[in-house]
């Protein structure tokens, strides 16, 4: 099945929380329908202030006017590719003793990532920072020349893991942890909602 491919950006509120695969409540993700997988692509994540916790829903990628109203400069976000994380947790579930027999499905690898990113898999990993930004007035932190597949070896979509890594004094609450699996798909609306489990053909 073919699925339509979209060109992103993302964002991290202030009191977003972990959700279903790739994104959760609080990243808004701002996409434009492509056919052909890009080699590239600019993710942008948005900071903004709530006064109240948002209720969790699964994210459709696309624009959202409901999500806090104010911009929130000076907030640093790095970006680690995990690719490798991944496709091993696929391979393997490093919580239990069976060994390559047991592996996750990708919606468990990534909530693993999110939820138990370790010193541990930094060091065995060698996973380094590949980029750092900080948002600007406009609450954004642009990343660009993101690149969706490895260039050798298998040549596997990548996989980023994004983390707020400094904010301001007077910000309470740091954005969650951000998975995010290329290609990212055109999530498919109807009534005006997104099920968080289908995708346009």
Same mark, same amino acid.
């Given at each position: 099945? !073919? ?26 993700? +701002? ?7 890009? %080699? ?5 994540? +948005? ?40 496709? !091993? ?86 954005? %969650? ?25």
């Amino acid at each position: 099945m !073919n699925k339509k491919m979209m060109t992103m950006g993302m964002s991290a509120l202030l009191l977003a929380t972990v959700g279903l695969g790739s994104f959760g409540n609080g990243k808004l993700v +701002h996409a434009e329908e492509v056919t052909e997988k890009p %080699s590239e692509v600019t993710i942008t994540l +948005h900071k903004k202030a709530f006064t109240t916790v948002p209720e969790e829903r699964p994210n459709s990628g696309l624009v959202s006017d409901d999500f806090g109203n104010e911009n929130l400069p000076g907030v640093d976000f790095e970006m680690f590719d995990v690719t490798d994380v991944y496709y !091993n947790l696929l391979k393997d579930d490093p919580r239990t003793t069976d060994i390559d027999d047991d592996g996750l499905e990708p919606a468990a690898a990534i909530a693993l990532i999110q939820s138990d990113h370790t010193v541990a898999w930094f060091v065995s990993y060698g996973i380094e920072s590949i980029d750092k930004q900080t948002t600007g007035e406009n609450g954004e932190a642009v990343f660009e020349k993101v690149q969706v597949t490895e260039t050798t070896g298998e040549l596997r979509d990548k996989v980023y893991l994004f983390l707020e890594t400094y904010s301001p004094a007077h910000i309470s609450r740091i954005a %969650s942890p951000m998975v995010v699996m290329m290609p990212v798909m055109m999530p498919d609306i109807i009534g005006g909602v997104w099920d968080g489990t289908s995708w346009k053909d």
